[in-house]
C-alpha cells in the first residue's frame, strides 16, 4: 500500500469534493504526496480547481512510497460513494491505494459498525495540471476577502444581466464591484470596503484592477458550495493576479465526529481543507 | 422621477409585483406626485390590475416634470425583486426622463451590499387604463380571503373559471334556510378534454361566510377567471385586508378591491383595483335570445348539502331547447335538466319557467337511468 489513511468524519471530505462539482462528467486527478492529497478538477484552459487535505486532518496518514502517486478518477463517482451512507455525519473513511488493479479501496464506517466496502477503478493520466499561481508578481495584485454567503448570492444574482462578468477592486473608493450587462438590462452589485461593516474579513488593493470572467466559470465556484459551509459564513477570499487570473478560495469546515470536541477555533487546529479556483480571464469580453 | 423606501413597503410593493406577476406580463408604472400606480393586462385583455401607492408609503418621492411613465417587463421586476425584503435596508427607483430606456432600481442590503439594477424599458406598452367607479355596481360581497381561498378550496386546483350566483337572501331564516349564494364551477364545452372534469357546486349562507353581502333583486350570475383572482386573493390577504368584490350582471366586468377595516383605511397608504371581464352567456338562463320564458329565479333547495358533485356524460349529447345559441348553451341546459323535478321528463320544453329546485348529490346508485344522469329526483319544493 501507498497510502492507507483514516478520517474520522467523511462529511467533510463530501462537502469539499461537491464545491467543485459543476459538471456531471467530470475527471478529477488525485495526488498523493507525505503532505497530504490534492484533488484537481479542470476545464482546460478556462477553470481549474483543487482541493486540498493536509495530512493533518486524518486521523493516520500512512504514506509510502517511492514516487508521488497520481491517478485519475471519475469526481461524481467517488463523491457518491462517498455520501452514500454519511448522511448521519458520523461516517469514518479508511482509504487505501493502490488496489491489486490500482483501484482506489473506500471502507466506510457507520456509527453502529456497518461496513460498507468499494472500490474505483482509476486512470492512468498524462496530463499534469497547471501549476497557477496569483502570487510573486511584485504588488499588481488585489486581495479581499467576503462572507461566502454574500459571495453566492451576488454571482446567483448576476445570473440575469450576462455571459460575461467584470470585477473591478479600487482602492478609492475602496471595495469591489461587479458588473454584468446583458439585452434584459444591467447588473451592478457593489461591495463598499468600509471599515465599519461586516461584509469583508480583508481588504488589499494598491491600484485599480479590472477584468471580464465568463459567468458559467465564475458561478462554478460558489454554485456548489454546501449550504452548510456558507451559512458558517467563513469568508472566501479573492485573489486578481498577473494578466487578471483570478483565485477563489473557500476554507471548509471540518466537523469532527466527537460531539465533546468542540473546537471553536478549527483554523488553529487545522481542521480546516482549503477549496482553490483559478479562473482565466474573459478574452472576448 | 425618484422614489425611495424602506421597512414595510418593501415588503408592500413585492406583494404588489407578485399580484401583477400572475395577471399579466408588462407592468406600467406611472408616477404622479402625490402616488405611484403599478398597472398590468393580461394577454387575453380580460383582466387588468392597478395598484398604487400614496405618497407616504414613500421615504421620498420626487419628480421632475408633471408626470414620469413607462413600461418593463415583470419578469425582470421579479428578478429585481428576487432580494428578499428582509435583507434589505431601503431601496430607490430611479426614472431620469420619459424617454428613458431603463428603468434603475437600487437595493442597499443590509450586509453592506449595493445591488443596481438597470430594467429595459419598453415604451411602447398600450394599456387601456380601466377605470371603474365602484358605486355602480348594484351588488357587492365582501369576504376575507382565508375564507375565500377555504370555499375555493372546493373546486378542483386547475378550475379556469368560476361562476358567482347571486340571489336576494332570505330574512326570515325560518321560513327556509336559504343560501342566497352559489360558486359553482365553469367547463368550457367548447375545450377538448372535459371528460374528467369535476364539476362543483358550493352553496354558502352570506351570513356565515362572507363579512358583507348586498344584493336585491333577481338572481344574477357572473362567470370569471380563477386564477387573477387568486393572485389578488392572496395580494389582500398579506396586506391584512379584506376583499370586497362589486359586480353586476352577465357579461359585465367585475370589480374586485381590498376592504379595509375603518380604523386602517384612513392610514392606508396603498390602492388596489382589479377588474375581471365575465361571459357574456348567463348559466342561470338558457342564454338570450329567442326566449319567452320569464326569467328563472333560482332558489337552491335545502336539506341538502352544501358542496354537490358529479359529472354528467354525454353531456354535449343533451339538446338545447331551441336556443340556437352560442357553444355554452348546451352547458346551461344541463344544469337546469338535473333540477327537473321527474328525472324521467328530461325533455328540454319543459325546463323552462320551471324553478330551479331540488338538486342533492349525486346518487352512484347503479340502477338509476341508463343515460348517464345519477341523480335521485325529490319531489319538488313549493313557495309559500
Known amino acids: 500500500m501507498e497510502l492507507r489513511c483514516v478520517l474520522d468524519n467523511v462529511q467533510g471530505l463530501v462537502d469539499s469534493l461537491s464545491a467543485v462539482r459543476w459538471k456531471k462528467q467530470q475527471d478529477a486527478i488525485c495526488e498523493v504526496s507525505e503532505h497530504g492529497l490534492v484533488i484537481i478538477v479542470e476545464e482546460w484552459g478556462c477553470l481549474q480547481a483543487r482541493v486540498y487535505y493536509r495530512k493533518e486532518l486524518f486521523v493516520s496518514y500512512e504514506y509510502s512510497a517511492e514516487s508521488r502517486p497520481r491517478f485519475g478518477v471519475s469526481l461524481g463517482l467517488l463523491v457518491d460513494t462517498l455520501s452514500t451512507f454519511s448522511s448521519t455525519g458520523t461516517t469514518g473513511l479508511e482509504l487505501s491505494y493502490p488496489g491489486s488493479d490500482m483501484q482506489l479501496l473506500l471502507k466506510l464506517t457507520d456509527a453502529d459498525n456497518t461496513c460498507i466496502y468499494a472500490e474505483i477503478r482509476t486512470k492512468v493520466t498524462d496530463t499534469v495540471p497547471k501549476e497557477y499561481s496569483v502570487d510573486g508578481d511584485g504588488g499588481r495584485r488585489a486581495v479581499f476577502a467576503v462572507k461566502s454567503a454574500a459571495l453566492k448570492e451576488a454571482i446567483d444574482d448576476l445570473e440575469w444581466p450576462g455571459s460575461s462578468i467584470s470585477i473591478t477592486i479600487s482602492p478609492d473608493p475602496a471595495g469591489v464591484i461587479l458588473r454584468g450587462e446583458g439585452h434584459h438590462g444591467d447588473l451592478q452589485i457593489d461591495f463598499p470596503y468600509d471599515a465599519h461593516n461586516e461584509l469583508f474579513a480583508a481588504f488589499q488593493c494598491q491600484s485599480e484592477v479590472s477584468y471580464s470572467y465568463k459567468y458559467k466559470f465564475l458561478r462554478a465556484t460558489t454554485a456548489n458550495v454546501p449550504n452548510s459551509v456558507t451559512k458558517d459564513n467563513r469568508g472566501s477570499k479573492l485573489t486578481i493576479g498577473a494578466g487578471g487570473l483570478l483565485k477563489v478560495q473557500h476554507l471548509i469546515s471540518l466537523r469532527q465526529a466527537q460531539q465533546h470536541n468542540m473546537d471553536p477555533n478549527p483554523t488553529q487546529q487545522g481542521r480546516v481543507s482549503y477549496v482553490e479556483f483559478y479562473l482565466m480571464p474573459d478574452e472576448e469580453a | ?384
Not at chain 2, 101 to 126: A, F, H, Q, R, V
Not at chain 2, 249 to 258: H, M
Not at chain 2, 318 to 343: C, F, M, Q, Y
Open chain 2, 1 to 384: 422621477m425618484e422614489c425611495t423606501l424602506s421597512g414595510n413597503a418593501v415588503k408592500g410593493l413585492h406583494r404588489a409585483v407578485a399580484c401583477l406577476a400572475r395577471v399579466g406580463p408588462e407592468l406600467l408604472l406611472e408616477a404622479l406626485p402625490d402616488k405611484v400606480t403599478l398597472r398590468s393586462l393580461n394577454s387575453a385583455r380580460s383582466a387588468f390590475v392597478a395598484i398604487t401607492f400614496r405618497r407616504h408609503f414613500f421615504d421620498r418621492l420626487q419628480l421632475s416634470s408633471s408626470s414620469a411613465q413607462c413600461g418593463v417587463l415583470l419578469k425582470a421586476v421579479c428578478t429585481v425583486l428576487r432580494t428578499q425584503p428582509g435583507s434589505v435596508e431601503r431601496m430607490a427607483i430611479t426614472l431620469p426622463d420619459s424617454n428613458a430606456s431603463k428603468l434603475k432600481w437600487t437595493i442597499d442590503c443590509l450586509n453592506g451590499m449595493l445591488k443596481t439594477y438597470w430594467i429595459s424599458c419598453n415604451n411602447d406598452i398600450e394599456m387601456q387604463h380601466v377605470a371603474i367607479e365602484r358605486n355602480i355596481f348594484p351588488s357587492n360581497l365582501v369576504a376575507r380571503p382565508r375564507d375565500f381561498s377555504r370555499l375555493l378550496a372546493n373546486f378542483q386546483s386547475s378550475l379556469q373559471e368560476i361562476t358567482l350566483i347571486a340571489t336576494e337572501p332570505f330574512l326570515a331564516p325560518t321560513e327556509s334556510e336559504g343560501k342566497a349564494v352559489e360558486l359553482r364551477s365553469y367547463i368550457d364545452p367548447v375545450k377538448e378534454n372535459n371528460d374528467g372534469a369535476l364539476h362543483t357546486q358550493l352553496w354558502i349562507d352570506p351570513a356565515e361566510e362572507l363579512r358583507d353581502y348586498h344584493h336585491t333583486g333577481v338572481a344574477v350570475d357572473v362567470t370569471f377567471s380563477v386564477k387573477e383572482l387568486k393572485a389578488f386573493m392572496n395580494f389582500c390577504e398579506g396586506s391584512e385586508a379584506d376583499m370586497q368584490l362589486f359586480f353586476d350582471k352577465a357579461g359585465s366586468p367585475i370589480l374586485l378591491a381590498p376592504k379595509f377595516s375603518v380604523d386602517d383605511a384612513a392610514n392606508a397608504d396603498f390602492d388596489a383595483t382589479l377588474v375581471l371581464a365575465t361571459m357574456l352567456g348567463s348559466q342561470l338562463r338558457s342564454s338570450d335570445s329567442a326566449s319567452d320564458r320569464a326569467p328563472t329565479d333560482a332558489q337552491p333547495a335545502q336539506g341538502a348539502p352544501q358542496a354537490g358533485y358529479t359529472t354528467p356524460k354525454n353531456a354535449a349529447n343533451k339538446e338545447t331547447a331551441g336556443t340556437g345559441s352560442g357553444p355554452r348553451s348546451d352547458h346551461t341546459v344541463i344544469w337546469s335538466e338535473l333540477s327537473v323535478v321527474n328525472a324521467d321528463e328530461r325533455s328540454a320544453q319543459q325546463l323552462f319557467g320551471k324553478d330551479l329546485s331540488n338538486w342533492i348529490a349525486a346518487d352512484t346508485d347503479e340502477e338509476s337511468d341508463g343515460d348517464g344522469f345519477c341523480v335521485q329526483a325529490t319531489p319538488p319544493h313549493r313557495r309559500g
